[in-house]
């Protein structure tokens, strides 16, 4: 795929400075925490020493979300969830107009993983180098994804004459919307802490900024937020992310992997990447997005008691 990457760094300081100039008050260095609820109405919070009463709250705490948690965030992990490092590595086709990825991943003893491998040049020197498996609590990911990352660079170290790996992070990916409780009265859980992350490829920066621009649009309208936000995750992700987990769900069975990587993922890479790119559009009329739309309602009916941003207040 043509396209191009910025290191994690230097977007979120460019989204800092885009809010500051559009107003926003900045307070840095300290997490958020001792959230105070009265019913489900976030009434105070601290950031440090400092007490800040809101009238309306946008949580937008990363996959961990302890603030979320303390909300009453709850992560669904016997539906499937990622796994995944990342790092940077310096190299001489840091230029490269192509971003990269490695659909049939494998372990140093040539098992292929549910999963897959990127390497996004940045244009700076570096790439940014990265895996991640999938995952449910009854079928874990039998991967170490920091030696899984590193095994990934030594096999592709030679073509694209790699440094060593450096700024190594890791984190387990709550995916495809399978939490409960993202909303109360007057505040709303977007992006990562959401789970608003592809199932099929672990994007969730795009997710990020989209459900950013949604909860703008819905602050001031003075709606108690516990149903109406959920409600419009679904209506903009529901249907594709049920059946993405869904098809996701299927790579952690260990008897469907050896058919899967030769054959599955071997198909045509336009398709592919259309999906895992969530790039099926409701004008979209072609054969391909008629049978996403048609599986996705499928798939949404046959598995409509699963959590998806489900609220339980």
């Not at 400092?50 to 937008?60: L, P, Q, Y």
């Not at 491998?117 to 940045?122: E, H, L, N, V, Y």
Request: proline fraction near 5%; include cysteine.
């Amino acid at each position: 795929v043509e396209g191009t990457a910025l290191q994690r760094h230097r977007l979120d300081a460019l989204l800092v400075d885009a809010s500051v100039a559009a107003g926003a008050h900045l307070l840095t260095g300290e997490p958020a925490t001792d959230p105070r609820l009265e019913g489900n109405r976030l009434v105070e919070f601290r950031v440090g020493e400092k007490k800040i009463r809101a009238k309306e709250v946008i949580v937008a705490d990363g996959v961990r979300s302890t603030f979320g948690q303390k909300l009453g965030r709850i992560w669904h992990k016997g539906e499937v969830f990622g796994i995944a490092a990342r790092s940077y590595c310096e190299s001489p086709f840091s230029d490269e107009p192509w971003m990269h990825s490695h659909v049939e991943l494998r372990d140093e003893e040539g098992v292929v993983q549910p999963g897959y491998g990127w390497i996004f040049p940045i244009g700076d020197g570096s790439v940014n180098l990265g895996c991640g498996a999938l995952s449910t609590n009854k079928r874990p990911a039998k991967v170490n994804t920091k030696k899984l990352l590193s095994q990934y660079a030594s096999q592709q170290r030679a073509e694209w004459q790699l440094g060593d790996e450096k700024f190594i992070t890791s984190a387990a990916l709550p995916m495809g919307g399978a939490v409960s409780n993202v909303a109360g009265a007057n505040w709303m859980i977007i992006g990562d802490a959401a789970a608003c992350v592809n199932p099929l490829n672990g994007e969730g920066i795009d997710y990020g900024l989209e459900t950013a621009a949604l909860a703008t649009e819905i602050l001031g309208t003075n709606k108690d937020l516990t149903l109406v936000w959920p409600d419009l995750l679904r209506q903009h992700y529901g249907e594709a992310f049920m059946l993405a987990r869904t098809l996701a769900r299927v790579l952690t069975y260990p008897q469907f992997l050896p058919l899967a990587g030769p054959i599955g993922l071997r198909g045509p890479m336009h398709v592919a990447a259309r999906l895992m790119g969530n790039l099926i559009t409701e004008e979209d009329r072609d054969f391909t997005a008629r049978l996403w739309r048609t599986a996705g309602t499928a798939v949404s009916t046959a598995r409509a008691g699963s959590p998806l941003w489900d609220s339980t207040f």
